[in-house]
């Protein structure tokens, strides 16, 4: 044991482990296994009732209670569950310590399918039987919350990209938090943080939220974002005899409960499943506790393995329920390692059953046809979804962060051990002097220090943290480059932001460029005020003359294109310059309405080809005009002229729900495809403005979950320009094509398309669906599994003005070394084969 020798465990508890009846006002103690060693986050609860606490990771726990009579339930996977009786009288406090001892299983007689290779199936066929009566019998609930995160680091890089990484091995973040959760059937939560504490940060808010915590095994299927899009197979899914294989390891008598004991098998090594043991509840069907480990194998992302235990218990009218849930994680990847945990405690439950308990009690246990027959309860004790249960999922209290140490003291259900009370200490204590001047800036001194990686890759950030502001350069890759327009340039691209409280800054961003060959300077400036973010309010205004390519979404990289022209002898950019004002607003209407805004004015001005330079340009090869070449318009030079643009937009995500934090508003992943509206007119006559158009266009964008197959992302976009039309080429509708082997696997790109040739005044149609199979191609191929890599598939199609039904199709590997990407695409027109190609870039 760390704490206790187990003769001293024995001498103080030994009057209260024979079962006698206590008197204690604050129960405390410690709970041990059959070694005497600690037994962490062991759920100890009142008999009856979700009032209860865990155990710490050294085993220590505390309990307060109001005066009365209790049984106090010691509870731990795989281990025989105790029962103390306490009465709690005002004024006394008593140790109680407990040793659990492994569960003592037996065999017993089940009655086996011919099918059927061990007596589990028969557990877990009517598991399944009965998992869609178990996921639906809660109409709503409420309960009270408690999450503690500690990550933890043993081993960190001396630099990421030249940057040093500014933590330190130990623990790197502890946070607490506590929310009273609800829920209504099937989907609605609704979350209010009320406390919220974060180790040496006492500004900042815990990023806990229970309602995505919590894990339901009773679905098919489990979604855990940032580990995987393609989720994992719960061991009694409807489909589960697919994936798994069982074995009855025995069975134990909880009270009037027969628990089953049944390991999880699963059939193949990488399938998306969980290894190790569910405990499922004789009769009932339901789950009594889980112990399940995914391993990396499993295709997840970022840690090395996740084990889940949660613990569950009967509650009113024999509903079980949760009451704690913890997970373990391992991390390895970039040169970090270390582990970490997330626990939670549910306490104080309030359930509205599903069904009249009369009519379930009849049934054996009802199959999927009977659920839905099934007489409803007729009691509600919650309100409707619609005055309580709206898009914000969770909200945290404006003082949730400013808790003093008697508060947490009290309220949590889990002790600190010694370890995370140091941390809270030191770095609560050093949070002062960390807030200084001279602390800020002595830490200033080494992450401003210059290297070549910053230099030429990753480029150089100046930090003053004190003043919270900082300037950032961009790298030389992208300072230096090359064009047959302006022959050698140096584009220095500048940002200097400041930060204020509340998430509120400004950033400007000058910039200077100059072009050796045509011997013109350029110069803009931008200033962007971001001063609401729980609207995402923003204000921007922009200057200068510079140059621009003619498509502004920029399709083609600067440095990318400084290679291509200098090795490859293609000049792929082609640029005009722009004297111009444009000022910008942006801001959210009402929840899922996102408004932006913008007005310029704009003096244009054709520019030519002034350097001819390649290195291993082939020398019947002729540089192309810098006019682009275009099916719709024969001649895409132009004459200089003006134009005033104003540009609206409509984003409109449906159903959008979200986080109400006390600085800012975060959205959450939607379920429901988001749509954009834009209209774009050239106002004739305005400032002396050439142009006269209209361009109308709507979007529609969404991501399909696939389950075990993956993740799809679609985008459709049609627009067409009405009326007449004076509009000079890059007023066009341009689609960003590709002609290099870098390519930004982004929605609305085409990886095969010319850049210029099919841009149009005509109406258009593109449709673009990207599916990641996320594992389930590569899984099933021995030699590749290992690497975990990952499929992925796209469609690209185009009809617009001059070309009918253009298609790209790709198919290629993503997640090497991580973050690389790297397809195969060929296209066709109508039926007509175009070109074939490979594509890399990032592909995270």
């Given at each position: 044991m760390t704490k206790f020798s187990f003769l001293a465990f024995l001498i103080v508890g030994v009057s209260l482990l024979i079962g006698g009846a206590s008197y204690a006002q604050s129960i405390k103690g410690i709970v041990i296994d059959e070694k005497g060693e600690p037994l962490p986050f062991t759920t100890i609860y009142v008999g009856g009732t979700s009032t209860g606490v865990s155990t710490n990771q050294d085993g220590d726990y505390e309990l307060s209670l109001a005066p009365g009579p209790y049984d106090i339930v010691f509870q731990y996977v795989g281990y025989k569950r105790q029962i103390q009786e306490v009465v709690v009288i005002p004024g006394k406090t008593y140790m109680l310590n407990v040793q659990l001892l492994p569960e003592a299983y037996q065999l017993r007689e089940v009655v086996v399918n011919s099918k059927d290779r061990d007596p589990a199936y028969a557990v877990i066929r009517e598991a399944i039987r009965k998992r869609k009566y178990h996921l639906t019998e809660v109409n709503a609930f409420s309960c009270r919350v408690y999450i503690k995160g500690n990550q933890h680091l043993d081993d960190i890089p001396n630099s990421v990209l030249g940057y040093t990484v500014p933590l330190d091995t130990g623990i790197v973040y502890l946070s607490e938090s506590v929310s009273d959760l609800s829920y209504i059937y099937p989907d609605k939560y609704s979350e209010r943080m009320i406390s919220s504490r974060v180790s040496g940060q006492s500004k900042a808010f815990s990023f806990n939220?229970?309602?995505?915590?919590?894990?339901?095994?009773?679905?098919?299927?489990?979604?855990?974002?940032?580990?995987?899009?393609?989720?994992?197979?719960?061991?009694?899914?409807?489909?589960?005899?697919?994936?798994?294989?069982?074995?009855?390891?025995?069975?134990?008598?909880?009270g009037d409960y027969l628990i089953n004991k049944i390991e999880v098998i699963p059939k193949r090594a990488n399938d998306p499943v969980f290894s190790g043991f569910i405990y499922i509840v004789e009769d009932s069907w339901s789950i009594h506790s889980i112990d399940l480990v995914l391993p990396q194998k499993k295709q997840i992302e970022f840690v090395d393995s996740l084990r889940i235990r949660q613990q569950y218990a009967p509650l009113d009218q024999g509903i079980w329920m949760m009451l704690s849930q913890r997970f373990d994680f391992r991390i390895g990847a970039f040169g970090f390692h270390g582990n970490g945990y997330f626990v939670g405690v549910y306490s104080n439950y309030k359930i509205e059953p599903r069904y009249k308990l009369d009519a379930v009690n009849k049934?054996?246990?009802?199959?999927?046809?009977?659920?839905?027959?099934?007489?409803?309860?007729?009691?509600?004790?919650?309100?409707?979804?619609?005055?309580?249960?709206?898009?914000?999922?969770?909200?945290?209290?404006?003082?949730?962060?400013?808790?003093?140490?008697?508060?947490?003291?009290?309220?949590?259900?889990?002790?600190?051990?010694?370890?995370?009370?140091?941390?809270?200490?030191?770095?609560?204590?050093?949070?002062?002097?960390?807030?200084?001047?001279?602390?800020?800036?002595?830490?200033?001194?080494?992450?401003?220090?210059l290297n070549l990686v910053k230099l030429f890759v990753s480029g150089y950030r100046y930090n003053r943290s004190y003043k919270r502001d900082f300037l950032s350069f961009d790298p030389l890759i992208k300072a230096i480059q090359y064009n047959t327009v302006e022959g050698v340039v140096t584009n220095l691209d500048v940002n200097y932001t400041r930060y204020y409280e509340n998430n509120k800054f400004y950033r400007i961003t000058p910039a200077v460029r100059y072009g050796f060959s045509s011997g013109k300077l350029y110069g803009r400036l931008g200033a962007t005020y971001y001063y609401d973010p729980k609207k995402f309010s923003s204000a921007q205004v922009d200057f200068g003359q510079f140059v621009y390519q003619f498509n502004q979404a920029d399709p083609i990289v600067s440095y990318v294109n400084t290679a291509e022209t200098l090795v490859g002898g293609r000049n792929l950019i082609k640029l005009f310059e722009k004297t111009y004002v444009s000022t910008r607003y942006r801001t959210e209407l009402w929840n899922g309405v996102l408004f932006t805004g913008r007005f310029s004015w704009e003096k244009r001005v054709q520019l030519y080809n002034t350097s001819f330079l390649s290195i291993l340009k082939e020398e019947n090869r002729i540089f192309t005009p810098n006019a682009p070449k275009n099916l719709e318009l024969a001649d895409t030079s132009f004459p200089t002229h003006e134009a005033a643009i104003v540009d609206l937009s409509i984003i409109y995500h449906p159903g959008q729900r979200y986080i109400s934090r006390p600085d800012q508003k975060v959205l959450l992943v939607n379920k429901w495809p988001s749509f954009t509206f834009n209209y774009v007119k050239g106002l004739n006559g305005l400032l002396g403005s050439d142009v006269d158009y209209d361009r109308v266009s709507a979007k529609i964008s969404d991501e399909i979950s696939q389950g075990l197959f993956g993740m799809?992302?679609?985008?459709?976009?049609?627009?067409?320009?009405?009326?007449?039309?004076?509009?000079?080429?890059?007023?066009?509708?341009?689609?960003?094509?590709?002609?290099?082997?870098?390519?930004?696997?982004?929605?609305?790109?085409?990886?095969?398309?010319?850049?210029?040739?099919?841009?149009?005044?005509?109406?258009?149609?593109?449709?673009q669906y990207e599916h990641h199979f996320d594992g389930f191609i590569v899984n099933k191929l021995p030699l590749l599994r290992k690497t975990k890599l990952q499929a992925v598939g796209s469609v690209n199609y185009l009809r617009a003005g001059t070309v009918d039904n253009y298609v790209e199709i790709g198919i290629g590997l993503e997640h090497i070394l991580k973050i690389l990407r790297v397809d195969f695409y060929t296209s066709f027109i109508g039926r007509e084969h175009q070109a074939i190609g490979f594509k890399g870039g990032l592909g995270f």
């Open positions: 939220m229970a309602s995505e915590m919590y894990v339901n095994f009773y679905n098919n299927l489990l979604g855990m974002e940032g580990l995987t899009e393609r989720g994992f197979v719960s061991p009694i899914a409807s489909n589960a005899f697919f994936f798994y294989d069982y074995k009855l390891r025995g069975a134990f008598q909880e049934l054996t246990g009802p199959t999927v046809e009977q659920v839905d027959t099934l007489p409803k309860n007729d009691v509600k004790l919650f309100p409707k979804p619609k005055k309580s249960f709206g898009k914000e999922v969770l909200v945290i209290e404006e003082d949730a962060n400013k808790r003093e140490d008697v508060y947490w003291e009290k309220i949590r259900p889990i002790p600190l051990n010694d370890y995370e009370k140091k941390d809270y200490k030191i770095k609560d204590s050093l949070l002062v002097i960390k807030e200084s001047k001279p602390f800020k800036d002595s830490m200033d001194d080494k992450r401003n220090n799809g992302r679609l985008t459709l976009e049609s627009g067409f320009f009405p009326g007449k039309k004076v509009a000079y080429f890059m007023d066009y509708r341009q689609f960003n094509g590709n002609a290099t082997l870098y390519a930004r696997f982004e929605p609305g790109n085409f990886q095969l398309l010319d850049y210029y040739l099919y841009s149009s005044l005509k109406p258009y149609f593109m449709g």
